[in-house]
């Protein structure tokens, strides 16, 4: 009988605690140095490992002095409001010698994307439209636990690419 | 150059302006303002495309020392003309038809402010190539103009500007060229 029970658990347990992350969420950090010998590290955050942590983050250490931008947060949150409604579409593109910017809205996801040193450089960010304006709270705080929670928004998606030259992180929620 | 931007800026953002006076929005399509900027000498090309319902909700949630009320807070101080005095101004050469408002000619450009039919047309013209030519709706100078004191009237300018389609500004010098228009597309090619 204990050695079910012993079973149970040891097959239980895990596959409980791996449910649990795959129903919740799953940062991926994924980093590659170019060239030979180039290390890669991956380290896969669990979304309520990661809010649990942000909880504990005090807010007053990340006051920002907003100063007159502060007046201009509701605005802000208005645009993206009406952005969050607006059909998808091309909002900017900047295309000069050498680099390219195109920012550009997606269903609930808004896309930067910077093309520099002939193709060199790129980086693409996908932000997740819903939330992101609750980021920095009436009183000009960043919250890191809302700032977290905002990735639940971005799940299954790459929300940070960067490739400069060989080097590459790419920064994905499942 | 300097004073073609602020003349171009002020009347495009501040009063909307449509080249196209006739075409007309048809109902339920989203408006999009685009603006493009071409400096080739630079290689450089910039496109703003942007949804009116964004650009309104901008204006609607500005801080209230520059919006109140959705009216446009402006103060001219002790220079310039007075929203109210514009509004006085205006009521008189409404009414007046077809009449070239302003000219002034000096030794490096023309600038021509006329009533023409259905809209306000500024033409500056520089000796150097330069070329701006901005057209008002009457409509909506009579929308900006609606509220009351020196205050511009944004949610009927921007209604108003919704109902409108085709280009708003442009601006061409021998460095760079800036078009301003509006129509349905979300690409900001504008067919051109």
């Given at each position: 009988?204990?050695?079910?029970?012993?079973l149970?658990g040891?097959v239980?347990?895990p596959?409980?605690?791996t449910?649990?992350?795959?129903?919740?969420?799953?940062?991926?950090?994924?980093?590659?140095?170019?060239?030979?010998?180039?290390?890669?590290?991956?380290?896969?955050?669990?979304?309520?490992?990661?809010?649990?942590?942000a909880s504990?983050?005090?807010?007053?250490?990340?006051?920002q002095?907003?100063?007159e931008?502060?007046?201009?947060?509701?605005?802000?949150?208005e645009?993206?409001?009406?952005?969050?409604e607006?059909p998808?579409?091309?909002?900017?593109?900047?295309?000069?010698?050498?680099?390219r910017?195109?920012v550009?809205?997606r269903?609930d996801?808004?896309?930067?994307?910077?093309h520099?040193?002939?193709?060199?450089?790129?980086?693409?960010?996908?932000?997740p439209?819903?939330?992101?304006?609750?980021?920095?709270?009436?009183?000009?705080?960043v919250?890191?636990?809302?700032?977290?929670?905002?990735?639940?928004h971005?799940?299954f998606s790459?929300?940070?690419?960067?490739?400069?030259?060989?080097?590459?992180?790419?920064?994905?929620?499942f | 150059?300097?004073?073609t931007w602020?003349v171009?800026?002020t009347?495009a953002?501040?009063?909307?302006?449509?080249?196209?006076?006739?075409?007309?929005?048809?109902?339920?399509a989203?408006?999009?303002?685009h603006?493009?900027?071409?400096?080739?000498?630079?290689q450089?090309?910039?496109?703003?495309?942007?949804p009116?319902?964004?650009v309104e909700?901008?204006?609607?949630?500005?801080?209230?020392?520059i919006?109140?009320d959705?009216?446009?807070?402006i103060?001219?101080?002790?220079?310039?003309?007075s929203?109210?005095?514009?509004?006085?101004?205006?009521?008189?050469?409404k009414?007046?038809?077809?009449?070239?408002?302003?000219?002034?000619e000096?030794?490096?450009?023309?600038?021509k402010?006329?009533?023409?039919?259905?809209?306000?047309?500024?033409?500056?013209?520089?000796?150097d190539?330069?070329?701006?030519?901005v057209?008002?709706?009457?409509?909506?100078?009579?929308?900006?103009?609606?509220g009351?004191?020196?205050?511009?009237?944004?949610?009927?300018?921007v209604?108003?500007?919704?109902?409108?389609?085709g280009?708003?500004?442009q601006?061409?010098?021998?460095?760079?060229?800036?078009?301003v228009?509006?129509?349905e597309s979300?690409?900001?090619?504008?067919?051109?």
């Amino acid at each position: 009988m204990i050695g079910k029970l012993l079973l149970a658990g040891a097959v239980g347990v895990p596959a409980l605690t791996t449910a649990t992350v795959a129903a919740t969420g799953v940062a991926w950090v994924d980093v590659r140095e170019g060239g030979q010998g180039g290390h890669r590290i991956v380290v896969p955050v669990p979304l309520l490992a990661a809010e649990l942590a942000a909880s504990f983050v005090p807010e007053k250490q990340l006051a920002q002095e907003m100063g007159e931008a502060l007046e201009h947060l509701p605005a802000a949150r208005e645009v993206l409001k009406a952005l969050a409604e607006c059909p998808d579409g091309e909002l900017v593109r900047v295309e000069e010698e050498d680099e390219r910017v195109l920012v550009e809205k997606r269903g609930d996801t808004l896309r930067i994307q910077v093309h520099g040193r002939g193709g060199q450089e790129e980086v693409t960010v996908n932000l997740p439209l819903e939330g992101i304006a609750d980021i920095i709270g009436e009183d000009g705080r960043v919250s890191p636990l809302r700032a977290v929670r905002l990735l639940r928004h971005a799940r299954f998606s790459t929300l940070v690419e960067v490739k400069d030259g060989d080097d590459h992180v790419k920064i994905s929620v499942f | 150059m300097n004073r073609t931007w602020i003349v171009a800026g002020t009347l495009a953002l501040g009063f909307g302006v449509v080249g196209a006076p006739g075409v007309r929005a048809q109902a339920g399509a989203t408006p999009w303002l685009h603006v493009r900027v071409e400096e080739p000498s630079r290689q450089s090309k910039v496109s703003v495309n942007l949804p009116l319902t964004v650009v309104e909700a901008a204006i609607k949630a500005a801080p209230e020392k520059i919006v109140r009320d959705g009216r446009f807070q402006i103060s001219c101080g002790h220079h310039g003309l007075s929203v109210a005095e514009m509004r006085k101004v205006w009521a008189e050469l409404k009414n007046a038809g077809d009449i070239d408002l302003v000219t002034v000619e000096d030794k490096d450009e023309t600038v021509k402010v006329a009533r023409k039919g259905d809209l306000v047309q500024v033409r500056i013209s520089g000796k150097d190539g330069e070329e701006v030519r901005v057209d008002v709706p009457v409509g909506l100078v009579d929308a900006a103009l609606s509220g009351e004191g020196d205050e511009i009237e944004v949610g009927a300018l921007v209604r108003e500007l919704s109902k409108r389609r085709g280009d708003i500004v442009q601006v061409n010098d021998k460095d760079s060229k800036v078009r301003v228009w509006i129509d349905e597309s979300n690409a900001g090619n504008g067919g051109k």
